[in-house]
């Protein structure tokens, strides 16, 4: 059999690998500017740009996104070629792919630092970007199955499986999600509402955790651990049964994000199953990695590479017990809105994709510039400086999110609530500050990381295009004798694709048209009315602001909740939310039934200067609110787009709209006037306190027996 000389594309792992390095400080960064902002409002610099609500999404967009993103695919573009015995499909779509990327990231922190967002956790970027987005992971898929078809080996390694089903899920994920209505370049809403988007949303988000931060980086965990330790993987069935029941289990377990919710209780239950049933195939795949290592232990102790990536896998072991145990509904009574869910999340974040992410970067950069790394020691003290940073930033917060749920849900023997919610903000700043010292270590390491790396490039000489050869892969794959099931599916790469597709499509699909098409799901309540046009605009301020970060609008049925807020939350209460605001942390209290709870006059001065209203508050003031003014051209716009998602305007009230909106404008401020402030009623201020008015307002005076219908 002839064999073939090739070349091995490094240059697009290089630049990967650049990227990494960039966006790990500045996405951490903005994460430590959004830690202090928690217990130092006056970092903010009265600047709308650094506060909290729009610091804290680009953090996580460029954690998940730049700094991961480019993890995965750094990763995947060394190893696929490796495993495929051939260079990657086009160098041209390599360059695009690398580019594109770049650009989505620095547009996105842009455009978020700005102030347009949609409002959904982990998928704040607007309409055009979301197009991009998708060109690009297009772009990414062909150069991905190019390579694989055209590969020199017939067996597609597990490693790509990973690749293949990530690949496929994200994109079906991102599509779905991204369903939107635009009203201008950077303002759309979405196309779902209140139940249904919570329940499209949650889907994305927990599985964009899952097939973003998981399964693309078990595929690097079971190419780069058995290269780092020298040995094979512990079990190629074990392998299958990970990957399988993985990808077809982890779909389903959205809804756990949404327990005790107003989402239908047969969907939050189907939630809870699924979700423990993924401890089996994520400890199986936990454990395959570990046991991979047995034998050479003596080489961990040695090897920082190895170090890192046993960390990594442990914390990925934790996580993927922890988040299960989260969704017992027991359990999420307790760690929902706290602090608890902060703390595991960046278990995963800092020691899955971080630890893993080190690791790799360890391994990789001595192979292609072809020399061995500068200092073992100086890896070492990152790896150690790195895990106490991980132990200081969770630990605080695990305490911080059980004293959060004990304060909030403790009574006085008269049966009243015995804390404030703001002392049960001010009792954990210790915690956060605590946590913000971890951050600020475990960025330091990566800084230590970087230097190593660079010292390392400096001593080897960089192989663009590495050599190798390797027989071409016969036009017919031929087999020998009896051959295992799995084989078959293995040598076909669009079969795997299809198949993976069929098993990650069958749990979406199954809880969303239930849910969309059964009336009973989201009863409707006749008292429910739409937002006036004034309320829209200081709704979307309130979105801008990212104030979903901090303050969620969802009462559970809980009796201190209850007994704090007022009555429980419905399901028909927000079928006129594009998107829903049920938020997912509360810093603040929940806002739910806020409307009419204050004069206009308290909302006036505690956006202008949270702590005049409530000493010891750590929001930050929004000066930019009164300065200002209300675009009323758009008005009639955004009562068009939302006409088109079913909002019941009448017929030609867009031309009336801006009438209604300076009507009640004029109101508030001569409400102000009466509290002696004075104020145009042309400032974004008076929208947003005609929003935070409006909060609750429309099932306060009905009957709870009459609310649904």
Known sequence: MQVEKFYYDNKTVKWFAYAVLFWCIVGMLAGLWASIALFYPKINLGLPATTFGRMRPVHTNAVIFAFVGNGIFMGVYYSLQRLCKARMFSDLLSKIHFWGWQAIIVVGAISLWAGATTGKEYAELEWPIDIAITIVWVVFGINIFGTILKRRESHLYVAIWFYIATWVTVAMLHIVNSFELPVSLFKSYSWYAGVQDALVQWWYGHNAVAFFLTTPYLGLMYYFLPKAANRPVYSYRLSIIHFWALIFIYIWAGPHHLLYTSLPDWAQSLGVVFSIMLIAPSWGGMLNGLFTLRGAWDKVREDPVLKFLVVAITCYGMATFEGPMLSLKNVNAISHFTDWTIAHVHIGALGWNGFLTFGILYWLIPKMWGTTLYSKKLAGTHFWIGTIG?????????????????????????????????????????????????????????????????????????????????????????????????????KRPMQMLVFSLIAVAIGGILEMIPTFLVKSNVPTISSVKPYTPLELYGRDIYVREGCYTCHSQMIRPFRDEVARYGEYSKAGEFVYDHPFQWGSKRTGPDLAREGGKYPDSWHYNHMLDPQSMSPGSIMPSYDWLFENNIDTTSTGAKIRAMQTLGVPYPAGYDSQANKALLEQASSISTSLKADKIQTKHTKEIIALIAYLQRLGKDIKSVPIAETVK
């Open 390 to 490: 991980i132990i200081l930033y969770a630990l605080p917060l695990y305490w911080a999110g059980f004293a959060q749920s004990m304060m909030w849900k403790t009574f006085t023997e008269e049966g009243q609530l015995k804390f404030q919610f703001l002392e049960t903000v001010t009792h954990i700043i210790p915690m956060y500050v605590t946590r913000s010292i971890g951050g600020t270590l475990y960025i330091g390491s990566a800084f230590i990381m970087i230097y190593n790396l660079r010292k390392t490039i400096q001593q080897g000489s960089f192989m663009a295009n590495e050599a190798a050869e390797a027989p071409a892969l016969p036009k017919q794959i031929l087999t020998h004798g009896k051959e295992y099931w799995h084989r078959w599916i293995e």
